[in-house]
């Protein structure tokens, strides 16, 4: 009786034994069942997107430098600092501007003075000149009645003419003085214009960006000393792969992220799309900007994730991207029907960012098509259909 | 001197040499000997004078140089094995019983002595129904389907000689059956042995040197360098209790 | 008739069954050494399939992109795809590098891919969870193997990668998880420093002064720009059209285009003769030995396993039960412990297996040879265990 049982117990043991390697041969084996998910197809409007990173900058960018090499004086701001229309900037070494003022200045006294000298002289011999007009002019009339000698008249007459040409003599100087002194003058305009010029200011409001040379430093004609901003027109460039961008277009709305504040998203809208693509990296460039600039202005050169909406499209057949399958050299899904997958080819539309894909031909909404696999499918695999394949060994 | 109405096993002459040539060995020299159905005869011998070889020999185990061997009424040696399957003979018509009871550690009591019925053809519920009987017959019958380690040394010995007498063998050969046992286990083994041999009709070898059953044997077989000497034993009677009684022979 | 076999089993179940895991643990260990070596070859076929191309094209000379490294232009794809017989093109690179994950970090192949429609070759080709990648940057697809799970956050060089899509038996050649990422992103990852780097090559560009010129204003900020651009690709992947022979319009591309073009045969001799050789060949060496030792210890066992039942075998001839019997009951036994024992080894493989860092692949077609090895080696011992026992004269059962 004992032996019974030993044998019935033994026995038992074999056959689950024997069972579990059953299963094991058909869970592993070519015959085993291929673990996959599936999805039915959905008829739904999806919202394509476009997605680019950009660099935040600005749209007008001030070089400011000096128009001829010299060495740098003085610089009055730091970067960061908001500066106004006409604010001085940067100031250049005048090196012997001020001398060479200070001598022009001494020369245009020196000349006003000539020109004073040159005025007094002048109306010295006028006086002398008429005086002596006069004067042969009566000599003149008095030798019509013979009171004077015809020598005394002659010799008033030649006074006359003494006198006049003295005079002519000190006009004469009293213009050329007076026209060196306009040259003296404008000759110091000019040197105030220089000095003018040294002064570096900020041609519009904005912050300054960069301050690139110090004071002593030698820069050289179209070398900036300093860079501003124009904090009112800052943008966003952003860089779309060319492949993924159709539909791009100014006034769409774009969702903004900064490299820096991950997690807030500012509102913006595509201000233009760049006429010049990147043909290298083949990219298109747009410009967006933040519908409200932030209260804490990023800096230039800071990257940004940027999301463009387009407009939804109406609803068509939709699947998950992962659905998509190459068999036989087309792209397609494998249709779960009876139990058993076939193979189908499609044809995809558009797609939004969450991998959901448009069919435009190949299947309609219902049915049923594999979605994830743990292995490559065929048409000869059998499928289990899983909720989930997490967790499931292959 | 011997009962011989019916021949159970005689040897004539039986050599048997070992090697050749120099190192040659002659361990019988020329035996004879003679048991009558239902005897018990004794074999005894020094370790040396050839009682091994010879039982081997009887046991158609090994093979005689010369000589004749005769069962029932058939020759079964003569110079020659005149048998051919002497597998079959062993399994058939010779029964053993060893020193220790070598009982087939995997199967219980009864399919140890049913095995060879069921070896020589037998149905298996003919077998088991024969191995009953017979361990009934040698009161060992309520251990039939225990497992040979759970039995003592002596129902061990018991089960055994059952298998030795499974296929009513007309010759048993017992080599030292008593040996491991005391002496009230002895006689008993050796009253069964004369019991079953009456029963069955069988001849039985058993070589000893046991003190204590000598006295049992009627006729005793001595060897000594490969030659046997018949005498008369005291063939003194077993009793109820075990003990051996004063012998009843007239004087 | 009593059948021995089975009642010996039954009598000592035991030492039956312990023997039977012993033996199973053994072929368990061998078949999976077996499915070690299989996976390793499968590792590099799987890197070729799941390409999705017929033909690699790499720089010139090179043995690249998998068993060494190259480097051409990312602009090569415009003139391949219009070369005859070409259906699509991708540009790829591949890298094996450190992917960091919060403080850990796994050894994965980053592979650039354009991340236009599934389906072009280099892509995945099919997914277990999520989806593919839709973004230009900073989304990346991984392989299970990594241990990555949807939404990880993963850092490969300088950049934060969220792993979006999740796929299984994408691996290197040397079994390393495979990364997908955008192409640009994985360019500057290959081709562009570590900051620290970019700054000295800044501070260096700077100081050069045939590179920084007083006079020409930024002429210093395009040096530096031009440095770092990404122009490089390490494969253009390449899919032909139907019934287009490869190799000829890889000897064309070969021809005008001075680069090196491999059909998949050729790939295949490249990873399984160059690249996996020494390894293969390795494990390949191990697992013979291995073999040769379980084939002994087996039949070791089995013949001890039968000497211990000599005086059994010695009392059943004495009795009379015929060599036939006596080797039935051997060869029963044996047999039954040699498919015990690759029971216990099949399901034991089987289940460990997937515990492995490298894919471990059990073939059906290695169990059957394995189990007919198993049933020969047990039947081979025995075998001649028996000829040891049927020698034993049955006389030595009788004292001497």
């Known amino acids: ?394 | 001197m011997a009962d011989q109405q019916k021949p159970g096993i005689t040897i004539e002459g039986l050599r048997k040499r070992y090697g050749s040539g120099e190192t040659a060995v002659d361990a019988l020299k020329g035996v004879d000997m003679a048991v009558s159905p239902g005897e018990v005869v004794g074999l005894i011998g020094p370790s040396g004078s050839g009682k091994s070889t010879l039982l081997k020999c009887l046991g158609a185990v090994i093979e005689p140089t010369s000589g004749r061997m005769t069962l029932g009424d058939e020759a079964i040696y003569d110079g020659k094995w005149k048998i051919k399957d002497l597998r079959a003979l062993r399994r058939d018509r010779i029964g053993f019983i060893f020193q220790a009871p070598y009982l087939i550690p995997f199967l219980d009591v009864t399919d140890n002595v049913a095995l060879i019925p069921m070896l020589a053809g037998s149905s298996d519920g003919d077998s088991r129904k024969r191995a009953m009987e017979l361990l009934k017959a040698l009161d060992v019958a309520h251990r039939a389907s225990a497992m040979p380690s759970q039995l003592s040394g002596g129902e061990q010995q018991r089960v055994a000689i059952a298998r030795a007498l499974a296929n009513r063998p007309p010759v048993i050969l017992a080599d030292e059956p008593t040996a491991p046992l005391d002496s009230e286990r002895a006689l008993s083994v050796i009253t069964i042995l004369n019991a079953m041999a009456k029963q069955y009709e069988t001849a039985i070898i058993v070589v000893t040197h046991d003190e204590k059953i000598i006295p049992t044997f009627r006729r005793i077989y001595h060897i000594r360098d490969g030659r046997t000497e018949e005498t008369a034993g005291e063939g003194r009677a077993v009793d109820k209790k075990q003990n051996i009684q004063q012998e009843e022979e007239t004087a | 008739m009593i059948s021995l076999a089975g009642r010996d089993i039954l009598h000592g179940w035991g030492k039956f069954t312990l023997t039977g895991l012993g033996l199973g643990l053994l072929i368990g260990v061998t078949l999976t050494m077996g499915g070690v070596y299989r996976g390793m070859v499968d590792d590099a076929m799987v890197l070729l399939d799941n390409s999705g191309a017929d033909l690699w094209v790499v720089q010139q000379e090179t043995l690249g992109p998998y068993a060494e490294s190259s480097s051409i232009y990312d602009d090569t794809w415009r003139s391949v795809a219009g070369m005859p017989g070409v259906e699509a093109v991708s540009s790829v690179t591949y890298l094996t590098t450190q992917v960091r994950r919060g403080t850990e970090d796994v050894r994965a192949m980053v592979v650039g891919v354009d991340p236009g429609m599934p389906g072009a070759p280099g892509q995945p080709g099919y997914l277990s969870s999520g989806r593919h990648i839709t973004r230009s940057h900073y989304e990346a697809v991984a392989d299970a193997a990594s241990g990555f799970r949807l939404g990880d956050e993963i850092r490969v060089r300088r950049n934060t990668y969220t792993v979006v899509g999740i796929t299984r038996r994408m691996v290197s050649s040397g079994g390393d998880p495979m990364v997908f990422i955008p192409l640009k992103d994985a360019q500057e990852a290959q081709f562009l420093k570590d900051n620290d780097s970019i700054l000295q090559q800044r501070h260096r560009t700077a100081s050069n002064p045939s590179l920084n010129r007083p006079g020409v204003p930024g002429l210093l900020e395009s040096v530096i720009a031009s440095q770092s651009s990404n122009l490089f690709v390490n494969a253009v992947l390449v899919r032909l059209l139907p019934g287009v022979d490869p190799e000829e319009t890889a000897e064309h591309i070969r021809r005008w285009m001075r680069l090196e073009v491999y059909t998949r045969e050729q790939m295949e001799d490249i990873l399984l003769g160059k690249l996996i050789a020494t390894s293969s060949r390795q494990i390949g060496m191990f697992l013979v030995i291995l073999i040769i030792v379980s084939a002994a210890i087996v039949a070791f066992i089995i013949y001890t396993l039968t000497l211990g039942k000599i005086r059994e075998i010695a009392v059943l001839k004495l009795i009379g039960t015929k060599n036939r019997t006596i080797v039935s009951m051997i060869l029963q036994q044996a047999v039954g412990l040699g498919i015990l024992g690759f029971m216990i080894g099949k399901i034991s493989a089987t289940f460990w297996a997937p515990f492995f860092p490298k894919f471990v692949l059990l073939q059906a077609r290695d169990a059957v040879t394995g189990f007919a090895a198993v049933i020969v080696m047990c039947v081979l011992a025995s075998i001649l265990a028996i000829r040891a026992a049927l020698k034993v004269d049955p006389a030595e059962a009788i004292g001497g």
């Open chain 1, 1 to 394: 009786m004992k032996r019974l049982w030993k044998t019935i117990a033994l026995l038992l043991g074999l056959l689950v034994l024997t069972a579990l390697f059953f299963y094991v041969m058909m869970r592993s084996g070519p015959l085993a069942p291929v673990p996959v998910t599936a999805a039915d197809v959905e008829e739904r409007a999806i919202s394509p997107a476009l997605y680019g990173i950009g660099v935040v900058e600005s749209g007008a960018v001030f070089r400011i430098g000096p128009t001829s090499p010299g060495r740098v004086k003085d610089v009055f701001v730091q970067v960061g600092d908001r500066v106004e229309a006409g604010q001085k900037i940067a100031v250049m070494d005048p090196v012997d501007l001020d001398q060479r003022t200070a001598a022009q200045s001494a020369s245009i006294s020196r000349l006003e003075a000539v020109v004073r000298a040159a005025g007094a002289r002048t109306s010295e011999t006028a006086a002398k000149k008429k005086y002596a007009e006069a004067q042969s002019k009566r000599y003149d009339n008095l030798l019509k009645s013979g009171a004077v000698s015809v020598d005394s008249a002659e010799a008033k007459r030649q006074e006359r003419q003494v006198t006049a040409s003295a005079w002519a003599s000190s006009n004469a100087d009293l213009q050329a003085a007076g026209a060196e002194l306009e040259r003296a003058r404008a000759d110091l305009d000019a040197l105030f214009s220089q000095k003018k010029n040294l002064d570096l200011v900020a041609p519009a409001p904005g912050l300054v960006s960069s301050r690139a040379a110090e004071p002593g430093t030698t820069v050289v004609a179209g070398q900036s000393v300093a860079e501003v901003i124009d904090i009112r027109d800052l943008r966003i460039s952003v860089r779309f792969d060319q492949a993924m961008a159709s539909g791009l277009r100014a006034g769409l709305p774009a969702a903004i992220v900064l490299r820096s504040r991950n997690g807030q998203v500012f509102s913006g809208t595509i201000l233009r799309v760049e006429p010049l693509a990147d043909a290298v990296t083949e990219e298109l460039v747009a410009k967006a900007v933040f519908d409200a600039l932030p209260e804490v202005i990023p800096p230039l050169g800071e990257l940004a994730e940027v999301t463009v909406t387009l407009p939804g499209l109406p609803a068509s057949p939709v699947i998950p991207d992962a659905a998509l399958q190459r068999w036989n050299g087309s792209l397609g899904v494998w249709v779960i029907e009876n139990g058993s997958i076939l193979f189908r080819p499609v044809k995809t539309g558009r797609r939004d960012l969450e991998g959901r894909v448009q069919v435009r031909e190949g299947l309609k909404p219902g049915e049923r098509v594999v979605v994830y696999s743990v292995k490559a499918l065929t048409p000869k695999s059998r499928v289990k259909i899983y909720a989930t394949l997490e967790g499931i060994r292959q």
